[in-house]
């Protein structure tokens, strides 16, 4: 299952190599959202897509964007000012005598301290980094579809609810940011050969055991230990990943768009490094096809899958 990926972060790409527009009132919207829903995690690499705005709707977003951190600047430095007072009361109380309890309550206010200034620093930070355009289930990440006959960008949840389920389906199948090949004429019917998308990605990232990354059997007593590892193309490419696609509605509740990665049975090397899912990467000149559906013709969207790029997946331990 593609559990994590890193995203293109160059919005210029998905316009001049694969010629598609931004939905501005998609992310507007979503901007919006993410004000008063602080659970909303956008990349920052999408965020810099609108750093030099060039149009009202951008400049919208753009200020969207920095009352947000502003906001979000604010509520650390709040927290933060309760953890000093905390690790001060603590050494205070130390000094006139040891006690269990105060020494713990130091070391928490010191943990979350350094993870707080962590955070501001990276939500004041300008440079850009690779972590930016890494995502994970409940992240947003940018998904081309087809629209009135033009190909479109627009914000997606990763982790797809279908149109007419209930809230609480996230939590009664919370893998549903996949799709399996093998279920896409059970699980996925309502989305298979309606509403397909692509996501543009350069990397993804797996959990996998060590002991079948090493091609050995646990030794008595020995506990088995998760790590994680990047899978990129070689030589470096961007991928469009197909991915199946849904517009949730319900009354009184925002709309949610959100996406699921189709993934397949593995490549050798990909299964060689303890894994056995992979995600499927559409050949470019298939993209219309793919992003056109017929729900009565199901076989030639199995074609496409079949007809797909087929790079050679070189991996290392995620940092």
């Known amino acids: 299952m593609c559990y994590s990926a890193q995203i293109e972060a160059d919005y210029k790409k998905y316009v001049r190599t694969f010629g598609a527009h931004m939905s501005i009132r998609e992310f507007a919207r979503l901007y919006r959202e993410r004000i008063s829903d602080s659970t909303i995690h956008i990349p920052k690499a999408v965020d810099r897509w609108f750093a030099d705005p060039a149009s009202e709707g951008e400049r919208e977003i753009a200020e969207l964007i920095a009352r947000f951190n502003l906001e979000q600047s604010g509520k650390l430095e709040q927290e933060m000012f309760k953890q000093r007072k905390r690790l001060a009361d603590a050494e205070r109380s130390l000094l006139v005598k040891q006690t269990k309890s105060a020494n713990e309550s130091r070391r928490i206010a010191k943990d979350k301290i350094e993870a707080l200034l962590r955070r501001l620093d990276d939500l004041r930070r300008i440079e850009p980094r690779d972590r930016d355009a890494r995502i994970f289930p409940g992240h947003y990440v940018p998904v081309i579809i087809m629209e009135d006959g033009q190909r479109v960008v627009k914000p997606m949840r990763y982790q797809c609810r279908p149109a007419g389920k209930p809230a609480f389906y996230d939590r009664k199948f919370p893998a549903t ?32 055991s060590r002991a079948r990354m090493e091609h050995r059997e646990l030794q008595a007593g020995e506990r088995d230990e998760n790590v994680v590892l990047e899978f990129r193309p070689s030589p470096s490419t961007t991928m469009l990943v197909a991915c199946l696609w849904s517009h949730w509605q319900s009354p009184g509740e925002p709309d949610l768009l959100s996406c699921a990665a189709i993934t397949d049975e593995p490549p050798p090397e990909v299964a060689a490094a303890g894994h056995d899912r992979c995600v499927i990467p559409v050949r470019q000149e298939n993209m219309d096809a793919w992003l056109t559906p017929s729900p009565g013709d199901l076989q030639a969207q199995y074609a496409i899958l079949d007809d797909r790029e087929r790079p050679y997946y070189e991996h290392r331990l995620a940092a």
């Not at 799709?179 to 309502?190: I, T």
């Open 177 to 208: 940011y996949n799709a399996r090949r093998d279920s896409l004429e059970r699980f996925w019917k309502g989305l298979f050969g309606r509403h397909h998308g692509l996501m543009v990605i350069n990397a993804f990232y797996e959990n996998v």
